[in-house]
């Protein structure tokens, strides 16, 4: 399924180790070096911007750029597109731009799509916003399983597919908080799945101190734990609405070109507290490795508070659990170069594992414009 990926690793800032760098036909062992990027990135850059973008990605290292053409806005970085009203650009096509650029240089491009969260739709389609527990639709997250709404998205996947791109990514492919996706259809659907409406509504409630309350933040993950069957159903019925949007989305685009990739970025407790990652986000790592050719868990370990070898456990629990594996690398806010580093080589080390290393295919940066880098071949 894979297209032979480019032989390189690097670490981004200060000393940027470029180890062999080969044409993608020639590299057997091979490992993916990605960054994700904003299309706002490139086009800032001006009229060259994707060839400025993208020779600077080649003399990185860099094998694959996710490029954002639907953020958390809803704005489409696209031309070939029947929607648009929703244009960021009305006159400029980023995405061809960049993977003009891109693929004479040999690297990969995928479309980076922003799925639940989308300020324009839930604004042109209010009915369609995600319902919160106590302050209905305050939010731009999308409910997963309006049927308007899969309909566009897989439209949207569909565009994308025409274009030349090598792959499909997908971020925010899950809830965002368990005190979001409970409308009054919400409660009717989990009725139909066999749950105690009350005891479902008693778990949430206690759990964030709603209706007065006392909060225990840990009491419907207990539950889970401790196997409460109204807990699981909570659980089972989060992730068969985020599995059935992904699986929308990924045929849809497959229906016009069956050969593209498809990734995901994922929050990365599915890889080590299934009861956070399946009530929270409805995202489960067993259901990943049924969607996506490989996942990218965001493992920002200095935000998350993380030692440095935090990556190697995220990246050999993905594994155990089906998932091919391309980790997301911290490189804003208080990381540094040197923390960069080790996570590199632990990453490195591991793709050398007898058990673990055909299942890890390298890493993604997060993101292009919030690092520098220095450059020394040896």
């Not at 659907?189 to 949430?204: F, P, Q, S, T």
């Not at 498809?262 to 890889?271: I, L, N």
């Not at 790592?285 to 990218?296: G, K, P, S, V």
């Amino acid at each position: 399924m894979f297209k032979k990926l480019i032989s390189a690793m690097l670490c981004p800032i200060m000393l940027l180790p470029l180890f062999s760098s080969v044409p993608i036909a020639a590299a057997e062992s091979s490992a993916i070096v990605g960054k994700w990027l904003w299309g706002s990135t490139v086009a800032d850059l001006g009229a060259d911007g994707a060839e400025i973008m993208m020779s600077r990605c080649a003399a990185e290292g860099i094998t694959d750029v996710y490029l954002l053409v639907k953020g958390t806005g809803g704005k489409l970085g696209y031309l070939k597109t029947q929607y648009k009203n929703l244009l960021t650009r009305a006159h400029r096509d980023v995405l061809q731009e960049t993977i003009d650029a891109a693929h004479k240089r040999g690297i990969r491009v995928h479309a980076w799509i922003c799925v639940v969260e989308d300020e324009a739709y839930k604004s042109n389609h209010p009915e369609a916003g995600m319902w919160h527990y106590i302050r209905a639709r305050d939010n731009n997250f999308i409910t997963p399983y309006d049927e308007g709404y899969r309909e566009y998205v897989g439209n949207v996947a569909k565009e994308l597919a025409q274009y030349d791109i090598d792959g499909i990514h997908l971020d925010y492919i899950r809830y965002n908080h368990n005190a979001n996706g409970w409308s009054e259809r919400d409660f009717e659907n989990l009725a139909a799945m066999g749950a105690n409406i009350d005891r479902v509504k008693e778990l949430v409630e206690t759990t964030w101190g709603y209706h007065g309350k006392n909060a225990n933040n840990s009491y419907i993950f207990n539950a889970y734990k401790n196997n409460d069957p109204d807990a699981l159903i909570i659980a089972q019925y989060r992730r068969k609405n985020i599995k059935e949007l992904a699986a929308h989305i990924i045929n849809s685009a497959k229906s016009v070109n069956p050969n593209l990739v498809f990734s995901a970025a994922t929050m990365p407790e599915g890889a080590y507290e299934a009861s956070y990652a399946d009530l929270h986000y409805g995202q489960n790592y067993d259901d990943a490795a049924e969607l996506y050719d490989y996942i990218c868990p965001m493992a920002y370990s200095t935000n998350y508070g993380k030692a440095d070898n935090w990556v190697v456990t995220l990246a050999k629990n993905s594994i155990d659990k089906g998932n091919n594996v391309v980790m997301g690398i911290q490189v804003f806010d208080s990381v540094t170069s040197a923390r960069i580093m080790t996570e590199m080589e632990n990453i490195r080390t591991l793709m050398k594992d007898s058990k673990y290393g055909k299942g890890m295919l390298g890493t993604v940066f997060f993101r292009s414009g919030t690092y520098e880098y220095a450059k020394a071949t040896y």
